[in-house]
């Protein structure tokens, strides 16, 4: 849903625009413009002119067909398939699709395409804080960064070259060979065989330093194959991050193994579940050691602003494997247990020791911060804390395990996604305790004091925010005791909830219908099932 009443629709290469109130079609166009839809069907044509021309090889023993060739790529999205998870953005004028390395911007009202000025082939496509980066171009050649903002739709460019690990490599050994002296003169005199001097800045950032030592760590790049540039609102982030010393340690992620429950040699019925639970310890006991490990390496993080004049590259040592954040002021880099904010000209304003390490972001949809107008909110594995934003004083904290989203409501109200866990299943994180069920939990927090104003347990495994509205949706598994051969009766939830009180006002509830999406707005509501798309609407209260 792009608004209230309005359905955007995106089936067989078409995004239509659907008025639920009026029951109609407002406007229907095509993802793929008639010259990308020319293209692949040329590039189809080849492939198959190829297979017919590649001589067939057979297996001697089997007869089977061992004939491999090289075709063309038709574009990348000529298959359905490429368009079943898009992102959608839409704002008062236009409606934009973006897919990994595919960009489409319509109009709003009539759904005519706009045109998009990038320069060359699109190679990657991300969307954050009200932009969307394009990286378009051929690779190790010209390349180019292209930021649009909205709602507007404003576009800048700047010239980029993402460095592949073959060109830090060999970049690594001409500063071997030749020392960094060498690089300072061709920064100097703007001459360089290999790299204009307007990018020599950002690699000097992820070029190893001159060692002895031969067996030096091979240097890495920021998530460099998905998404190389991070919108940050008023400049693009572009981190470095280098390999310095690779280090882990071990921790025990079970409990020792005590006396076993077969060992009495008289299991009752009701000792069913210990036996189940020994069973389940002692198989991933076997696969695991029962040992985490942890990442502590020392690496050196770079950060570089693009769209930004005469901002310096900032680099520092971190312990742990580094994560970063943008938020609306300030950018937050994580790492191990410690937590560092930026401004966006990179001076950093303060960091932090946390009691936890943070939770790797890509188990959950939202990061693990949230800035408001005076503070900033960091849940590690197992603690809330509200910061000072400017000096990063600690106003308060609060205990809880398992924070998957923070969010605040129109009154500044926080609203924290939870968990039941302890801090033990931090601690033993492998171990299997079929006793201590561990419930989603949905808590509102006074954000002056972190005092606990209402806390909801088992009532929804995440909460949506909208205006005045609160929801919580669960989905549940539950085996009937005389239908076990027939596996779990699935069960889902969205519930309405007073915020005030968080008292439950209704409660949708669907059994055996397997529903991949939901999203609300204000009282409209979608619920996406495998073969139906339902949107419901309720009257205000």
């Not at 008025?19 to 407002?26: A, F, G, K, Y």
């Not at 063309?72 to 999205?77: E, R, S, T, V």
């Not at 009154?411 to 609203?415: D, E, I, P, R, V």
């Not at 889902?492 to 915020?499: A, I």
């Given at each position: 849903?792009?608004?209230p009443?309005?359905?955007?629709?995106?089936?067989?290469?078409h995004?239509?625009l659907f008025?639920?109130?009026?029951?109609?079609?407002?406007w229907?166009?095509?993802?793929q413009?008639d010259?990308?839809?020319?293209?692949?069907?040329?590039?189809r044509?080849k492939?198959?002119?190829?297979?017919k021309r590649?001589?067939?090889?057979?297996?001697?023993?089997t007869g089977?067909?061992?004939t491999?060739?090289v075709g063309?790529?038709?574009?990348?999205?000529e298959?359905?398939?490429y368009?079943a998870?898009?992102h959608?953005?839409?704002?008062s004028?236009?409606?934009?699709?973006?897919?990994?390395?595919?960009l489409a911007?319509?109009?709003?009202?009539?759904?005519?395409?706009k045109?998009?000025?990038?320069a060359?082939?699109?190679?990657?496509?991300?969307?954050a804080n009200?932009d969307?980066?394009v990286?378009?171009?051929t690779?190790g050649r010209?390349?180019?960064?292209?930021?649009f903002t909205?709602?507007?739709?404003?576009?800048?460019?700047e010239d980029i070259?993402?460095?592949?690990?073959?060109?830090?490599?060999?970049?690594?050994?001409?500063?071997?060979?030749?020392?960094?002296?060498?690089?300072?003169a061709?920064?100097?005199?703007?001459?360089?065989?290999?790299?204009p001097?307007?990018?020599?800045?950002?690699l000097?950032?992820?070029l190893?330093?001159?060692k002895?030592?031969?067996d030096?760590p091979?240097?890495?790049?920021?998530d460099?194959d998905?998404q190389?540039?991070?919108?940050?609102?008023p400049n693009v982030?572009?981190?470095?991050i280098?390999?310095?010393?690779?280090?882990?340690?071990s921790?025990?992620?079970?409990?020792?193994?005590?006396?076993?429950?077969?060992?009495?040699?008289?299991?009752?019925?009701s000792?069913?579940m210990e036996?189940a639970?020994?069973m389940?310890n002692?198989s991933r006991?076997e696969?695991?050691?029962?040992v985490e490990?942890?990442?502590?390496?020392?690496?050196?993080?770079t950060?570089?602003?693009?769209?930004?004049?005469?901002?310096?590259?900032?680099?520092?040592?971190m312990?742990g494997p580094p994560?970063f954040?943008p938020?609306k002021?300030?950018d937050?880099?994580t790492?191990?247990?410690?937590?560092?904010?930026?401004?966006?000209s990179?001076?950093?304003?303060?960091?932090?020791?946390?009691?936890?390490?943070a939770a790797?972001?890509?188990?959950?949809?939202f990061?693990?911060c949230?800035?408001?107008?005076d503070?900033?909110?960091f849940?590690d594995?197992g603690i809330?804390?509200?910061?000072d934003?400017?000096?990063g004083?600690?106003?308060w904290?609060?205990?809880?395990v398992?924070?998957s989203?923070?969010?605040?409501?129109e009154?500044?109200?926080?609203?924290v996604?939870s968990t039941?866990?302890?801090?033990?299943?931090?601690?033993?994180?492998q171990q299997?305790?079929l006793?201590?069920?561990?419930?989603?939990l949905i808590?509102k927090?006074?954000p002056?004091?972190?005092?606990?104003?209402?806390?909801?347990e088992?009532?929804?495994?995440?909460s949506?925010?909208?205006?005045?509205?609160?929801?919580?949706?669960r989905?549940?598994?539950?085996?009937?005791?005389?239908?076990?051969?027939?596996?779990?009766?699935?069960h889902?939830?969205?519930?309405?909830?007073?915020?005030e009180s968080?008292?439950?006002?209704?409660?949708?509830?669907?059994v055996?219908q397997?529903?991949?999406?939901?999203e609300?707005?204000k009282?409209?509501?979608?619920?996406q099932?495998?073969d139906e798309?339902?949107?419901?609407?309720?009257?205000?209260?």
């Open positions: 849903m792009i608004g009443g309005q359905l955007l629709s995106i089936k067989e290469k995004v239509s008025d639920i109130s009026q029951q109609q079609t407002v229907t166009a095509a993802l413009t010259a990308e839809t020319a293209a692949i069907a040329a590039a044509a492939n198959e002119e190829l297979k590649t001589p067939r090889i057979q297996d001697e023993n089977a067909d061992l491999r060739y063309l790529d038709p574009l990348g999205f298959d359905n398939y368009f998870n898009p959608v953005i839409a704002t004028n236009d409606v934009w699709v973006t897919f990994p390395d595919h911007r319509f109009d709003r009202q009539t759904g005519s395409r045109e998009l000025s990038i060359g082939n699109v190679r990657n496509v991300s969307a009200d969307i980066l990286v378009s171009g690779p010209q390349e180019t960064l292209t930021k909205l709602p507007d739709g404003t576009a800048q460019t070259t993402v460095h592949t690990q073959a060109e830090i490599a060999t970049s690594t050994n001409v500063l071997k060979q030749s020392g960094a002296a060498k690089i300072k061709v920064k100097a005199d703007e001459k360089s065989d290999k790299y001097i307007s990018q020599l800045k950002s000097s950032g992820i190893p330093q001159q002895d030592s031969s030096e091979e240097p890495s790049l920021f460099v998905h190389p540039f991070i919108a940050t609102g982030a572009q981190v470095a280098r390999l310095l010393e690779r280090k882990t340690i921790h025990a992620a079970m409990k020792a193994k005590g006396k076993s429950v077969l060992d009495s040699g008289n299991v009752t019925a000792q069913s036996v639970e020994e389940m002692d006991r696969a695991t050691g029962g490990i942890e990442d502590v390496s020392r690496y050196q993080v950060i570089h602003r693009r769209f930004a004049d005469n901002v310096p590259d900032w680099t520092g040592e312990s994560q954040f938020l002021t300030v937050v880099v790492a191990g247990q410690m937590i560092y904010v930026f401004d966006k990179n001076k950093k304003l303060w960091e932090a020791k946390t009691t936890f390490s790797t972001h890509a188990l959950y949809d990061p693990p949230l800035e408001t107008k503070a900033l909110y849940a594995l809330l804390t509200r910061y934003i400017t000096t004083n600690v106003r904290r609060l205990n809880s398992g924070i989203h923070i969010q605040t409501d009154h500044g109200m926080l609203y996604d039941t866990a302890g801090p033990e299943s931090i601690q033993y994180s299997i305790n006793h201590d069920k561990i419930n989603p808590l927090l006074d002056e004091t972190g005092k606990v104003l209402w806390r909801l088992s009532v929804g495994d995440h949506l925010l909208t205006g005045k509205f609160l929801y919580a949706v989905n549940k598994s539950v085996y009937a005791a005389l239908r076990l051969e027939e596996g779990p009766d699935r889902f939830y969205m519930k309405l909830l007073d915020p968080g008292k439950e006002i209704w409660t949708m509830h669907k055996n397997n529903v991949v999406k939901t609300v707005q009282n409209w509501m979608l619920i099932e495998d798309v339902l949107v419901y609407k309720f009257f205000s209260l």
